[in-house]
């Protein structure tokens, strides 16, 4: 049974950084696409990075851009989103998301992802 664990969120000022990891099990997401999303109260659940596991090819949100880095571990199965600069806005449930297909359609889109963690909490206070 595939798992998705999100780990690393937490509370932070603003301009200050966390680092969230997503820890797959249940088989190997080497030759896959993984990514991240944001859900903040009461608005729809928003693509944030993803990258493609086989050659780290990674796609980033435009508000996110130059802020956040996508990595992977892919003898961990793990991946990494590393958020720097962090705004008030940034604030929301972070989840991982992970899809056995490695080509790159739609990876923006949620209803592509058939593997979801439960979500991970970012806040940042202004």
């Known amino acids: 049974q595939v798992q998705l664990v999100e780990s690393g969120g937490g509370l932070v000022q603003a301009g200050g950084s966390l680092r969230l990891s997503c820890a797959a099990s249940?088989?190997?997401?080497?030759?896959?696409?993984m990514a991240w999303f944001r859900q903040a109260p009461g608005k729809e659940r928003e693509f944030v990075a993803a990258?493609?596991?086989?050659?780290?090819?990674?796609y980033y949100s435009n508000s996110v851009k130059g802020r956040f880095t996508l990595s992977t571990d892919n003898a961990k199965n793990t991946v990494y989103l590393q958020m720097n600069s962090l705004k008030p806005e940034d604030t929301a449930l972070y989840y991982c998301?992970?899809?056995?297909?490695?080509?790159?359609?739609?990876?923006?889109?949620?209803?592509?992802?058939?593997?979801w963690g439960q979500g991970t909490q970012v806040t940042v206070s202004s």
């Open positions: 990258i493609r596991s086989i050659d780290s090819t990674t």
């Open positions: 249940g088989r190997s997401f080497s030759n896959s696409f």
């Open positions: 998301a992970a899809d056995l297909r490695y080509d790159s359609r739609r990876f923006y889109d949620k209803g592509r992802y058939d593997y």
